[in-house]
């Protein structure tokens, strides 16, 4: 392996973007060494100014240029399928934004392709699980002091969602982010989801069924509600407060400056998931950098991946039908034992 880690950043849009400046700037031990967008101009954009790095519009030509001993995936949900099968038949370890892929066949596929090499080596985009407010929760929770954990609250609201944001998507890509921090806090599985939701918001864009609260059932007997409202126009924020036999913890409302003047108080809310999980995001791809170096894979696993989009997906299904829809989940293959109690 080079000094620094050669890594291919494939999709240079919002996350994309910000994931090139933290391999650059932020994080130690890796470097930029291919770019890849099918936008020319927003690969070149992303590109400008780094040492040794090509740029490419095809993201599988990235995988094989000079330099390129891992990968980050930060292209749209639905393209991850195909990077992540050819990492793995290139033998490179992968970095990939949530969701991992958003259909759930799909993501099993990418399951069995890890299972069958018999070795991790994908890390999922899941950053709570970074969050330090997050990691406070899970050891809490964890500890027991507070007994077992019955529901989790959680609130998750978005300025404005972007163009082409669908209604299935609050729940698949959105959403996707509540079920892996359940299933990792809990330690559990979600076994049935229910979604009710109200007249939609008219800052919601034609059409579109925003927001939404969706109620999943877990294998141990909790509830999990969330509500996830991705036009609300005011600020991003993001709650949980779990609920437990003998406590409630709460995080998610002590981010910023509150100033007091003038006989009434100002708090600043973020307005998007770069700000407020900023920090998140820079301890997962340093974790992922120092991981890879070592010759290791940690973090959330294709597994988590996979249940995550097979939760969402029973969640779409019952947001079509108004019905509460149990989980299925595949077999879990042994390459993943213990995943969700980690
Ligand atoms: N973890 C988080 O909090 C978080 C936040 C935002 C987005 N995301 C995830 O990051 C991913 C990208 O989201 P975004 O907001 O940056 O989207 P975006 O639309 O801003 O950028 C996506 C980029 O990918 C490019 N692209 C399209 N098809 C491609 C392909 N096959 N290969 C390579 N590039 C391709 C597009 O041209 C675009 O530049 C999604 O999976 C999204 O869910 C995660
Ligand atoms: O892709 C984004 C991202 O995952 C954000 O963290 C979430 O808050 C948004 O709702 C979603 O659209």
């Given at each position: 392996m080079a000094e620094l880690l050669g890594v291919a950043v494939l999709g240079a849009g919002h996350m994309g973007a910000d994931h090139i400046r933290r391999l650059d700037?932020?994080?130690?031990g890796a470097r930029v060494a291919a770019v890849a967008d099918p936008d020319p101009d927003r690969a070149k954009a992303a590109a400008a100014g780094l040492d040794g790095v090509t740029v490419h519009a095809d993201p599988l030509a990235a995988l094989d240029a000079?330099?390129?001993e891992a990968v980050l995936i930060a292209s749209p949900g639905p393209a991850h399928e195909e990077p992540l099968l050819a990492a793995f038949a290139r033998g490179l370890p992968v970095l990939c934004?949530?969701?991992?892929?958003?259909?759930s066949a799909g993501a099993l596929r990418v399951v069995e392709a890890e299972a069958g090499l018999g070795r991790r080596l994908a890390q999922i985009g899941f950053m709570r699980r970074y969050d330090a407010e997050y990691r406070r929760l899970k050891t809490l929770l964890d500890g027991g002091s507070l007994g077992r954990p019955l529901m989790l609250h959680c609130t998750h609201r978005n300025v404005s969602s972007p163009p082409g944001f669908t209604s299935a998507m609050l729940i698949d890509s959105s959403v996707s982010h509540e079920i892996d921090a359940a299933r990792w806090l809990l330690g559990q599985e979600l076994t049935a989801v229910t979604v009710l939701r109200p007249?939609?918001?008219?800052?919601?864009?034609?059409?579109?069924?925003?927001?939404q609260l969706v109620l999943f059932e877990t294998a141990g007997g909790a509830l999990v509600d969330v509500e996830i409202f991705v036009n609300c126009g005011f600020g991003y924020q993001v709650r949980c407060e779990a609920v437990c036999e003998r406590g409630s913890a709460r995080i998610g409302e002590d981010h910023s400056l509150l100033v007091t003047t003038a006989g009434a108080a100002r708090e600043e809310v973020p307005q998007d998931y770069l700000v407020r999980f900023a920090d998140a995001y820079d301890r997962e791809v340093q974790a992922w950098v120092d991981a890879t170096r070592e010759g290791r894979v940690t973090g959330p696993s294709a597994w988590d991946g996979y249940a995550s989009s097979a939760v969402a997906e029973a969640g779409v299904r019952a947001l079509e039908s108004g019905g509460r829809t149990a989980v299925r989940l595949a077999p879990r293959p042994d390459?993943?034992?213990g995943d969700v109690s980690r």
């Amino acid at each position: 392996m080079a000094e620094l880690l050669g890594v291919a950043v494939l999709g240079a849009g919002h996350m994309g973007a910000d994931h090139i400046r933290r391999l650059d700037q932020v994080v130690s031990g890796a470097r930029v060494a291919a770019v890849a967008d099918p936008d020319p101009d927003r690969a070149k954009a992303a590109a400008a100014g780094l040492d040794g790095v090509t740029v490419h519009a095809d993201p599988l030509a990235a995988l094989d240029a000079p330099g390129v001993e891992a990968v980050l995936i930060a292209s749209p949900g639905p393209a991850h399928e195909e990077p992540l099968l050819a990492a793995f038949a290139r033998g490179l370890p992968v970095l990939c934004e949530k969701p991992m892929v958003p259909d759930s066949a799909g993501a099993l596929r990418v399951v069995e392709a890890e299972a069958g090499l018999g070795r991790r080596l994908a890390q999922i985009g899941f950053m709570r699980r970074y969050d330090a407010e997050y990691r406070r929760l899970k050891t809490l929770l964890d500890g027991g002091s507070l007994g077992r954990p019955l529901m989790l609250h959680c609130t998750h609201r978005n300025v404005s969602s972007p163009p082409g944001f669908t209604s299935a998507m609050l729940i698949d890509s959105s959403v996707s982010h509540e079920i892996d921090a359940a299933r990792w806090l809990l330690g559990q599985e979600l076994t049935a989801v229910t979604v009710l939701r109200p007249k939609p918001s008219a800052g919601a864009p034609e059409g579109l069924l925003d927001p939404q609260l969706v109620l999943f059932e877990t294998a141990g007997g909790a509830l999990v509600d969330v509500e996830i409202f991705v036009n609300c126009g005011f600020g991003y924020q993001v709650r949980c407060e779990a609920v437990c036999e003998r406590g409630s913890a709460r995080i998610g409302e002590d981010h910023s400056l509150l100033v007091t003047t003038a006989g009434a108080a100002r708090e600043e809310v973020p307005q998007d998931y770069l700000v407020r999980f900023a920090d998140a995001y820079d301890r997962e791809v340093q974790a992922w950098v120092d991981a890879t170096r070592e010759g290791r894979v940690t973090g959330p696993s294709a597994w988590d991946g996979y249940a995550s989009s097979a939760v969402a997906e029973a969640g779409v299904r019952a947001l079509e039908s108004g019905g509460r829809t149990a989980v299925r989940l595949a077999p879990r293959p042994d390459l993943y034992a213990g995943d969700v109690s980690r």
